[in-house]
């Protein structure tokens, strides 16, 4: 395993707050919310920290920027010396 930490740009953390409520609203569980994000949680911890390089480079977006989706969600990051920086998140169906 390497030393990369994944962290979460202040636009990506809205996203994610957006994503909590949608799943919330639509469910009306807070158990699957809770059980969602955790998965998702460990699909990028095991996913990004081991394969940094996995995601697609999508060079539109700017140089270094990679995607890596997760259940129809899209995570845009990029690698630092140190970190992943996760930059937004958004559904592939919406702009």
């Known amino acids: 395993m390497n030393d990369y ?3 979460f740009s202040p636009r990506a953390l809205s996203r994610l707050e957006e ?3 949608y799943l919330f609203t639509e469910t009306q569980s807070s158990d699957f919310v809770i ?3 955790n998965s998702l949680e460990e699909y990028l911890e095991s996913v990004l920290r081991l394969f940094p ?3 697609t480079r999508v060079t539109e977006y700017g140089e270094g920027i990679r ?5 129809e969600y899209s995570f845009l990051y990029r690698i630092g010396d140190r970190q992943i920086e996760i930059l937004t998140v958004y559904k592939e169906n919406l702009p």
């Open 5 to 7: 930490s994944i962290v």
């Open 35 to 37: 059980k969602y994000i």
């Open 53 to 55: 390089e996995s995601g």
């Open 19 to 21: 994503l909590t409520d």
């Open 67 to 71: 995607r890596i989706v997760f259940k």
